[in-house]
Nanobody, 126 residues
Framework: QLQLVESGGGAAQVGTSLTLSCVLS????????MGWFRQAPGKEREGVAT????????NYAESVKGRFTISRDDAKSTLYLQMNSLKPEDTATYYC???????????????????WGQGTQVTVSS
């Protein structure tokens, strides 16, 4: 069973940066495409960014494009989300997810992802 554990969340001021990490238990992480999702209270879960299994392509939500960067280091079985220029609307619980069926898809649809972490809270205030 694939396990995903997020870390790196916390409180941040507007305009600052945070980096989230997600460690996978699988020794062959290149068999999964990965994604970061977020959910704020009272809102639907949305796809923030996805990356294909070999890291060759990425897809971002328009709201974070140019500010956030998704990357993966398969040698460390770790996924990252670098978040710059944080805004209050970035406040949410952030989830790491994996999809073994669509390794080269760029979709950001939550239902396409099978494995999920427990989430890490990000709170951005002014």
């Amino acid at each position: 069973q694939l396990q995903l554990v997020e870390s790196g969340g916390g409180a941040a001021q507007v305009g600052t940066s945070l980096t989230l990490s997600c460690v996978l238990s699988d020794s062959t992480p290149n068999t999964y495409r990965m994604g970061w999702f977020r959910q704020a209270p009272g809102k639907e879960r949305e796809g923030v960014a996805t990356i294909v299994s070999d890291g060759s392509a990425r897809n971002y939500a328009e709201s974070v494009k140019g500010r956030f960067t998704i990357s993966r280091d398969d040698a460390k079985s770790t996924l990252y989300l670098q978040m710059n220029s944080l805004k209050p609307e970035d406040t949410a619980t952030y989830y790491c997810a994996a999809d073994s069926k669509r390794r080269f898809s760029l979709s950001r649809i939550p239902a396409d992802f099978t494995y999920w972490g427990q989430g890490t809270q990000v709170t951005v205030s002014s």
